[in-house]
């Protein structure tokens, strides 16, 4: 059965950092495609980065240069590092895999940024 469990989240003041965890399990890690999604509320959830099996990366254009994306195939981990977060970031975010025809998404962790 895969699972996907982000953790990581958490309140940070404006211009800080977090970096955010996703473990897999229940798939061969290293095969497939690997998402970070965001859902602020009342808005519709969104791409924010993705990385392939091969390890090429995308990220949306706004969050270039603040937003990474990477993974650890020996820890079966995709991470977001966040920097520079702004209250504009604050959503929950959501770890997604997929891989043919086979999509799994995490139970999501909550991000605020505040002062």
């Known amino acids: 059965q895969v699972q996907l469990v982000e953790s990581g989240g958490g309140l940070v003041q404006p211009g800080g950092s977090l970096r955010l965890s996703c473990l897999a399990s229940?798939?061969?890690?290293?095969?497939?495609?690997m998402a970070w999604y965001r859902q602020a509320p009342g808005k519709q959830r969104e791409r924010v980065a993705s990385?392939?099996?091969?390890?090429?990366?995308n990220s949306e254009e706004s969050l270039k240069g603040r937003f990474t994306i990477s993974r650890d195939n020996a820890k079966n981990t995709v991470y977001l590092q966040m920097n520079n977060l702004n209250p504009e970031d604050t959503a929950v975010y959501y770890c997604?895999?997929?891989?043919?025809?086979?999509?799994?998404w995490g139970q999501g962790t909550q991000v605020t940024v505040s002062s």
């Open positions: 997604y895999a997929d891989r043919f025809y086979r999509q799994y």
């Open positions: 229940g798939m061969i890690f290293s095969a497939w495609h």
């Open positions: 990385i392939s099996s091969s390890g090429v990366t």
